[in-house]
């Protein structure tokens, strides 16, 4: 018994150690990060968007909406894959909304990656949840079970586009030809991110991280988008009671 104790005691000092190192080494990252890196950029918006609140760097519950969609909402605390970065927040009447950037660690430096996310959020809208995104091979079929949803008569947008949703109906219903024509009036918008819509809120995220004037534009897209969404989730409500 004495000598496993002696073999097995160097073996947890070395774990421990290094645990303790790996924890360092993150808490260093982020410390450089928050305190030294990306200045330029945080000048750029705090300067474009004077009228909005700025926070270079903040905790997820600072962004209002994004508790809606869990694995973001999860995975931004301090420790998890993401982190939030150069916050803009602000209302414009009913909506509540947020563009910042969103720093993926990718399980490395060398792999981490950052774009733009934008959340919306519509107190007491009760949307029809989906999700939108480019239709991949890889989606096509999940776990053996088609998850896309085809909207009749638009061939196009429907292979253009991966939508599913846990009400088949309720969302083949709300993609009706205004929705859809949205859509494609701004479609270069929407083939370079991904749409996600839950509850009251809706998160759209950019392949790439974008400038003011771009973060503008899309905030723009998404104004006219989630009135329209709230106006159309209310209509099929009143249809399906």
Same mark, same amino acid.
């Given at each position: 018994m004495i000598d496993l104790m002696n073999f097995l005691w160097p073996v947890l000092l070395a774990v421990v150690g290094m645990l303790l190192l790996w924890l360092f080494l993150n808490w260093?990252?982020?410390?450089i990060r928050?305190? =030294?890196?990306g200045k330029a950029r945080a000048r750029e918006l705090s300067a474009g968007f004077p009228d909005e609140a700025f926070h270079a760097f903040a905790s997820n519950d600072e962004v209002v909406g994004l508790i809606d969609f869990p694995y973001v909402y999860k995975e931004s605390r301090w420790g998890g894959?993401?982190?939030i970065y150069n916050l803009i927040a602000g209302r414009d009447e009913a909506i509540e909304?947020?563009?910042f950037d969103l720093r993926s660690s990718g399980g490395s430096e060398r792999t981490a990656s950052t774009r733009s996310v934008f959340v919306l959020q519509m107190a007491d809208s009760d949307?029809?949840?989906f999700e939108l995104g480019l239709e991949? =091979?890889?989606m096509a079929v999940l776990w053996g079970e088609d998850t896309d949803i085809d909207i009749e008569n638009e061939f196009v947008f429907s292979k253009t586009y991966h939508l599913s949703g846990p009400e088949r109906e309720r969302i083949s219903l709300l993609f009706d030809s205004e929705l859809v024509g949205f859509i494609k009036a701004h479609m270069l918008f929407f083939n370079a991110g991904s749409l996600t819509?839950?509850?009251d809120s809706l998160m759209y995220g950019a392949s790439q991280r974008h400038d003011a004037e771009?973060?503008?534009e899309s905030l723009s897209i998404l104004f006219k988008l989630m009135a329209l969404l709230s106006d159309k989730s209310k209509q099929i409500v009143t249809i399906t009671l």
């Open positions: 260093l990252g982020l410390y928050q305190n =030294f890196l894959r993401l982190e909304y947020s563009a949307l029809i949840s991949s =091979f890889g819509v839950n509850n771009g973060i503008r």
